[in-house]
């Protein structure tokens, strides 16, 4: 029992991860129709720029406290970020806002490309080791351990998630982005302001990424400029998964992601007599996927794919 | 030679390359009718540093023989090195053998990495040249039947089965639990840990698996911690080992820990902090103060280089030397007459003793294990050799 419990809970800190940087594919894809594939660097340079700042700080001999630092690594990053978000989409993604489908969807492709190489350039290839601001003590949880961190990924996460759900259901600009969302033109024409609507969106969605970020790097003590590439491509899967274009579905679709992939992992040895090995933790969740896909294409939750298609 | 990224030292890329230019270059004005020793290995890129140290001792080794007046076929020989780049890419890897091939060289030591080496052997072997890596440690290298690929130090199998009867013997474990990252690398070492393993009366409780772009491994680690083995092996890379480590320790399993040349590096305890205490790795080979010639070669070395040996420099060097001797042995450079020489010799070298068995491979390669104390590692022992 307790080493199913322990698979839950490393099911849950995947998954509010895998949530988080969902919430920026949905967000953007809910606006503009778009899947930027870019998003998943952007968790990436959020980790190494909080690193960085947290290198810079640790080098001065301020002797400023670990919690202090790390929330002013955090600060930094989520700037950086938001610009980066802000950037990517002013330079890459506007020019291209009323070119074919396939245009977009190639230019971020490219956006990916771009970002890793340069983060290699900046920060190297090596793997850079995280320092430990938060000590990694183990608690026990019913014979389940959990360590400090993990319990801040799933709370940080959760806080986060429902702020974001009170901003875009509770708020001016909430409002605004889901009248752009349901259409742009009129929403223009009742006096919003698209362009700066659809940058707040990315900004909000690269903010949501650096929080990831910094999150994913201080659990695993490691940063690499290739960390993003595999995350944001499980983030994008649990997006569908829950049904793009959806906010709580993209929750949902993390969570699920998340439990999938650890209780997968952790029993398909067990349950096929070593048949299958934990090699197909990845194949069982897109498995998933595909099913879902097939038998309901909009996703768990999602409504808005078919009138969007 | 481990997959591993290493950090870029930009510096000694452009030095390494900038040398090997000058070598070209250097080369071309020359009329006299040296003998060409070829060295590959990567000359710019993440891991340029170690293949700069390859070079080094390779020039070290011929300058030697050329001071030293050896004769050939009744005429003073003079030996040149000619250097090539191969920046670890498998891609690159038979296109500067084929360079080195139409260059004539004599011979060849190199490459750096089992994925450039493999690849670049069947050139040589179809041009009947000697090759002799000094750090390639993948097995299909001398087991593909080609009769000119030599290597001085210890494959990926004899590495598996000394950490197999190891950790059985020496480390008191009965119940293991194997992780591996699916890399040719990871995997091979290992399905051969698996076997010794097995023969020395080990029980192999669980197989579970990963990926080199992996850093959560709680799953997997779960799943093992609920079997409940008193050693972990993984065959992979630090990048994978060093967070692996740390939620081993977080999960509150208690196993010993224990990994191959792809965890014995400075990386590894970086990654892994201070839950890397107590974690156990092996090397191919024996650290440099306990080579025979070590010390009197690492003050050659910086004597002539001015700055410290990286890491296989004293394997290079003994590859040189031993085509040095068997093309001594022969009174000739010709593959065709020195190879059979070649294949059967036996030669003290800085490293050990240098003899090849039936495929090529180093006879009894030693292993060296290590533990993890106090943030460094800590010399155990060594096996075989």
Redesign the interface.
Known sequence: MD?FL??IL??L??GSVYALVALGYTMVYGILGLINFAHGEVVMVGALVSLSVVELLLGTNLGLPAPLLGVVALVVAIGVCMALGFSIERIAYRPLRRAPRLAPLITAIGVSILLQTLAMLIW????H?VP?LIP?T?H?VAGA?I?NVQILIIVVSALIMAGLMGLVHFTRLGRAMRATAENPVVAGLMGVNINRIISATFMIGSALAAVAGVL?SSN???A?Y??G??LGLKAFTAAVLGGIGNLPGAMVGGLLLGLI???????I??LTG?FL???Y??VFAFLVLIMVLVFRPTGLLGERLSERA | MKEG????HLKTAVVGAAAALALVLSGCGKKDEAIKIGHAGPLTG?VAHLGKDNENGVRLALDEANAANIMLGGKKATFAMQSEDDQADPKQGPIVAQKLVDAKVAGVIGHLNSGTTIPASKIYHDAGIAQISPSATNVTYTHQGFKTAFRVMANDAQQGKVLGDYAVHKLGAKNIAIIDD?SAYGQGLADEFEKAAKAAGGQVV??????T????F???L??I??KNPDLIFYGGM??QS??MM??IK???IGAKFLTGDGGQTA?FL??A?DAAEGAYASSPGVPLDKMPGGKAFAEKYKAKFNIEIQLYAPYAYDAANVLLEAMKKADSTDPAKYLPILAGISYQGVTGNVAFDENGDIKGGSISLYQAKGGKWEYLDTVGG
């Not at chain 1, 190297?124 to 793997?127: K, L, M």
């Not at chain 1, 992939?261 to 029993?267: Q, T």
């Not at chain 2, 990224?5 to 870029?8: A, E, F, I, K």
């Not at chain 2, 669980?206 to 990926?211: C, I, S, V």
């Open positions: 080493i322990q698979q490393n099911g800190v995947l190297g290839r090596r793997y080791t430990a990694p183990p026990a351990t360590t994913v695993y003590g490691v690499h290739y960390m590439f595999v992939e650890s209780l997968g992992a952790g029993y040895g067990d070593g090995g934990s090699h933790q990845d | 990224d290493l950090s870029v993440p699916r669980t197989r579970e698996f990963t990926g772009d992996k850093t959560d709680n799953a997997i779960t799943s911690k609920g630090d990048s060093g967070p740390k939620q977080n999960l509150g990386e970086k990654l902090g």
